[in-house]
């Protein structure tokens, strides 16, 4: 049976989360301290046991010159391993599709649940994009070839000052919108985890760049201007845009680089969407 769960049932999902995601209590915790009471947890229910969660956070999809919608994004699916395979996360998204009036947007785990979250009714909004700048160097001109050579500034950013930036480089176009609490969460959550959130100029052109260092990867959650799906950038900023990277990969001491332009997003059919037409990069942890 599916219900909407509350604060009382943290226990039950915390056991869920670990055994899904293998994060720590602590980090679970946090995000529940922070974000629970402004988040829709809906479960599924087996003798009276949590066995299934999907939490709904809120979002609004601003829409260039029209009307903003307020929709919700589906994050941290999961079921106890014992109880996959038997349909019951299936009767969550049924719920979500069937009776939360608002769109619900999410991003799948993996490349092999797009297939599942289709046959459960949703469809494909943006598909992934994102930039290999480990081949870079034999890529682009002499200008960029020596990391030595690659000038600019950076400068660390506070989460206010991130937020104000990004909203301002975004701002007359199409994506999903946080609000100041998520925003802050974000930045505190990619802290925590040992990201930071930077503004670096290359000539004339300044980029903000969330990130996180896994191992000797340097992992960017987010670049911007890069504006949606990299159409209004010509060749010449396309490269600053990779020697941003590379300076970031310089101050680091980082290897490699995976830079996340955009993931795979799907959407309810509540929400009209023109594929491959709008923004959603910051998916949270």
Known sequence: MVVFADKSRE??????????FGDSEEYIRMFFEWNLSKTMVIVYEVDGKAVSVAYLLPVTYERAGQ?????????????????RGRGYFGE???????????????????????SYYEKQ?????????????????????AKYKNDDRVQGRIKELTAEEYAVKREKTLAGTSYIKWDEHFMNYICHENNVCGGAQKAVTVENIEFIVMYRIEGSILKVLEILPQDICLKQLNFLDMKKLKACVQLLLRETGCKKAYVCLNPTVMATDKLKLSVNQGYFNLTMG
């Open 11 to 20: 226990n039950e999902l915390i056991e869920i989360w670990q055994q899904s």
């Open 67 to 83: 009307k903003a919608v307020s929709c919700w994004y589906l994050y941290a699916a999961a079921t106890l391993p014992e109880f």
């Open 92 to 114: 969550i998204v049924k719920v979500v599709r069937e009776e939360v009036a608002e769109p619900v947007i999410l991003v799948p785990g993996g490349a092999s649940l797009v």
């Open 121 to 141: 009714g949703m469809k494909v909004w943006l598909e992934e994009q994102y930039l290999d700048i480990n081949t870079y160097a034999e890529k682009t001109s």
